[in-house]
T-cell receptor
Framework: EPEVTQTPSHQVTQMGQEVILRCVPI?????FYWYRQILGQKVEFLVS????????KSEIFDDQFSVERPDGSNFTLKIRSTKLEDSAMYFC?????????????FGPGTRLTVL | SQKIEQNSEALNIQEGKTATLTCNYT??????LQWYRQDPGRGPVFLLL?????KEKRKERLKVTFDTTLKQSLFHITASQPADSATYLC?????????????FGRGTQLTVWP
């Protein structure tokens, strides 16, 4: 069964450094998402992406964050200058259609630790 | 303020019994509601989707109901098994948002003991 993959599984970085989290969505999916989950907290939406542009972003997704689909398979989340509070699990998700009619498939996540 | 509340943080039941998890929402206008399973350190796994005009959905041992008057969804696992032990997340799609943004509750941790 096709699945969403994410790399790396764990990323440790120093505060102020840039990180890029990578995702390979399911191949025929058109809608892409990033969520994060701080330890012990709920899953929170960051951004949705469709047709090569951001569809919606949350208040968390400030100027330090950016997303890109550099080729036909990868979907990346960049944090330009990491802060301690960026430490969380970051999940990529994709769906073939908008989620009102289709499910979102989540990847296994990247655990980001900012020191 | 907008809230999605799932019943107790933890629910413990005996194998073979029915687990019932609740999801209540405030100040959302959901077009649909989804239930996910999450195991420790893993991503959410989709279980069921129910739309605002649907009352009930079933899939094998799982059943979900959706009452937009009560602003509540119930999620049932019948004949529960220890392998059902996980955290279950309620997530809704709000009419004021676009293209699939999901709003999650904090989850209910279910433990099924033999």
């Amino acid at each position: 069964e096709p699945e969403v993959t994410q790399t790396p599984s764990h990323q440790v970085t120093q505060m102020g450094q840039e990180v890029i989290l990578r995702c390979v969505p399911i191949s025929n999916h058109l809608y892409f998402y990033w969520y994060r989950q701080i330890l012990g907290q709920k899953v929170e939406f960051l951004v949705s992406f469709y047709n090569n542009e951001i569809s919606e972003k949350s208040e968390i997704f400030d100027d330090q964050f950016s997303v890109e689909r550099p080729d036909g398979s990868n979907f990346t989340l960049k944090i330009r200058s990491t802060k301690l509070e960026d430490s969380a699990m970051y999940f990529c998700a994709s769906s073939q259609e908008a989620a009102s009619t289709d499910t979102q498939y989540f990847g296994p996540g990247t655990r980001l630790t900012v020191l | 303020s907008q809230k999605i509340e799932q019943n107790s943080e933890a629910l413990n039941i005996q194998e073979g019994k029915t687990a019932t998890l609740t999801c209540n929402y405030t100040n959302y206008s959901p077009a649909y509601l989804q239930w996910y399973r999450q195991d420790p350190g893993r991503g959410p796994v989709f279980l069921l989707l129910i739309r605002e005009n649907e009352k009930e959905k079933r899939k094998e041992r799982l059943k979900v109901t959706f009452d937009t008057t009560l602003k509540q969804s119930l999620f049932h696992i019948t004949a529960s098994q220890p392998a059902d032990s996980a955290t279950y997340l309620c997530a809704l799609g709000h009419r004021g948002s676009t293209l699939g943004r999901l709003y999650f509750g904090r989850g209910t941790q279910l433990t099924v003991w033999p």
